[in-house]
């Protein structure tokens, strides 16, 4: 199958509101591409497939909670698709807290303005943090959601580690 890419500033339509008002806020943006995809393809491994990448070039973003002193901390958290984000050692550390856990899929959706398996780095809630694995920094042409399930962005790998409040971590997932 072949994709469109389209310059992601251009067509807000076609990512979801906190992504495009994230990227007209973003220096980088211009260098950020968008395709629009069959929304039944959009779980990474059923879109890497279908449409000829690797898991090496896509990145999944996972959101985590955990508690500490009554303080609840949420970090969304970028890896590699054919790596698993390390929730209870690395990440549990990262954040200071006992215990880790994904958060809820309601409660994601509901608090980034995105939908399930879209969520992206790219427009994030300004009260989390943003993980981002070194490994994912090294992709060339990383393959990301949008906010939605029918299209993917596409940039560099590097510049994930230059989004807002961006984290990168050594050995976030494994």
Known sequence: MELTYLPALEHPEIVAT???????????????????????????????????????QSANCVVVAGKRDGEERVAACIVRADTRADVNNLIRKTLGVRKASFLSMDRAVAESGMEYGGITPVGLPEQWRLLVDARVVDIELAIIGSGVRRSKLFLRGKLLAELPRAEVVEGLAN
């Open 18 to 56: 906190p992504v495009a008002a994230a990227l007209a806020d973003w220096p980088q943006a211009a260098e950020v591409q968008v395709a629009e995809i069959d929304p039944e393809l959009a779980d990474t491994a059923a879109m890497t497939e279908a449409y000829g990448f690797t898991l090496t």
